[in-house]
């Protein structure tokens, strides 16, 4: 018998498809028409709001109570971005923004991390107590802790610091909880087993095993944390004033007075917008495919 007339044994019907499947599985998907139709769809009317602003801060005032109104931009940006600069006192608020939105997202993220760390892997008394009483916070209006929170910080004596706007948020229920899911599945018990039989010590498995096992959760926290901050309103409104405000403080400023000028508070929420815009186009991809190395892990 030649070697042309020999057979391989062409296998049983499950070793094929699981060969068909391991050929296609390195085969990059393609989306058809209609994903990219929907997705551009959704694009712009995520961006319409975005852009809307800067079209508005690019006109007068005046240009803006027409009817229609404006749907191209202007030649005014600049010259509104300016005046919002210099009438709200968008330089020192800046910098206050900055403290209080990075000193909250490092806090929250190295708490959140830990604290769900211990939900998630550790076996102590009340844990699953401690668990939901952390969760039942998340259903208590943050306004009825207003009165309270402000009589704490006066009594402290911090009224008007920074300090006011960022002690209650140094971690979050939230946080805790998210972290806590994230690290149930993508952190093996055994790990954590493993690194207490070669002596290391709580705060070093933290360090070395329960960070870079959940830096995809932190990453995204962290962005989610620092939005969240920067955006935050209410309470910094009532415990800053003027004098030392955030940028959300400053910008309200813009609004007062017997006319309005509708262009320069655009062109003041344009510039509160930007370091948000700036964060996510210099951390978004590093934060997608934080995820996606997390998912591929799981």
């Known amino acids: 018998m030649t070697t042309s007339e020999l057979t391989l044994p062409r296998g049983t019907g499950t070793e094929r498809r699981g060969r068909r499947r391991v050929m296609g599985a390195g ?4 989306a058809g028409p209609v994903t990219y139709v929907v997705l551009t769809v959704f694009a712009l009317v995520s961006l319409a709001p975005l852009v809307w602003t800067v079209i508005a801060a690019s006109r007068t005032d005046r240009r803006l109570a027409e009817t229609p109104p404006p749907l191209w931009f202007g030649g005014n940006l600049f010259k509104n971005l300016q005046s919002a600069w210099d009438e709200a006192g968008l330089g020192s608020a800046m910098v206050n923004s900055v403290i209080v939105a990075g000193t909250i997202t490092i806090s929250t993220v190295l708490f959140a991390t830990m604290a769900g760390f211990a939900f998630a892997k550790l076996r102590f008394r009340f844990s699953n107590l401690l668990l939901l009483l952390t969760i039942g916070t998340m259903m208590i209006p943050p306004q009825l802790a207003v009165v309270p929170l402000y009589l704490w910080m006066s009594d402290l004596g911090w009224s ?27 952190l093996p018990s ?7 039989v070669d002596g290391a010590s709580s705060l070093r498995i933290v360090w070395h095993v329960v960070f870079p096992a959940a830096r995809p959760a932190m990453a995204v926290l962290g962005l989610l944390t620092f939005v969240f901050a920067w955006n935050d309103f209410l309470w910094p409104i009532i415990a800053l004033t003027q004098q030392n405000p955030t940028v959300q403080v400053a910008l309200n400023s813009l609004g007062t007075g017997y006319v309005p000028d509708q262009s320069v508070i655009m062109a003041g929420a344009l510039l509160g917008t930007l370091p948000l815009l700036v964060a996510f186009l210099l951390f978004g991809k590093q934060i997608v495919g934080g995820i996606m190395q997390g998912a591929i892990k799981g």
């Open 190 to 196: 055994e790990l954590v087993e493993a690194a207490r």
């Open 160 to 186: 008007n610091q920074l300090q006011t706007v960022i002690l209650p948020s140094l971690v979050t229920a939230f946080g805790t909880f998210f972290m806590r899911q994230y690290l149930v599945q993508a």
């Open 27 to 30: 085969k990059q998907l393609h």
